[in-house]
């Protein structure tokens, strides 16, 4: 038989905390220094979730009866919301991210822009679908629907491939000893 997993809470991070003298915490747990820049990932991110919302007020005629169009694009909202909220996690702690930030939004970017363009061409192709079964109602509309999925599937396409680009370093904290107490 194995040996026996450590068990951890969800906030065993609070461990790496410590008291100091004057009262305040500082976190003394292991840090991640990024090289590279999130900045064009946060507009990218930025732009999918724009391109994604408005596409859903756009009064598309699949769009107000047809699950099959209706839930690639409600994964759609949803993977770009989440992955603007993550990268704006990630940028608004500069270059230096502790770990459990690091675990909770940077780990999480690439699949979230993956599953964004999966849902983005999913959306394209639902709704190719419906306009081959019952031919197209209103080209303007059709158009503007369209481009703006097409938008956010390039955006998640984009953002994918700069997540990568950038590199994460481990920093190990420095050891205290016994006699530091």
């Not at 997993?5 to 991070?13: C, F, G, L, P």
């Not at 009866?65 to 209706?70: L, P, R």
């Not at 983005?120 to 019952?134: E, G, K, P, R």
Request: net charge positive; aromatic share 12%; charged share 20%.
């Amino acid at each position: 038989m194995s040996k026996k997993q450590k068990r951890t809470s969800r906030r065993a991070y609070l461990n790496d905390f410590r008291l100091t003298d004057d009262g305040t915490y500082s976190y003394e747990g292991v840090h991640y220094k990024r090289e590279g820049s999130l900045t064009s990932t946060l507009l990218f991110s930025v732009g999918a979730a724009i391109a994604a919302i408005v596409s859903g007020l756009i009064p598309f005629e699949p769009m107000l009866n047809t699950f099959y169009v209706i839930l690639p694009f409600l994964g759609e909202i949803i993977c770009s919301v989440c992955l603007v909220w993550n990268v704006s996690r990630a940028v608004s702690h500069r270059e230096t991210l502790r770990e459990y930030i690091y675990k909770k939004s940077v780990v999480r970017v690439h699949p979230f822009c993956i599953a964004l363009t999966v849902f983005s061409s999913l959306c394209v192709v639902t709704s190719v679908i419906f306009l081959t079964l019952y031919g197209v109602s209103n080209v303007l509309w059709t158009a503007l629907f369209l481009l703006c999925t097409l938008i956010s599937l390039a955006c998640g396409v984009y953002c994918a491939k700069a997540v990568k680009k950038i590199t994460w370093q481990k920093v190990e904290p420095a050891r205290r000893s016994v006699l530091d107490d």
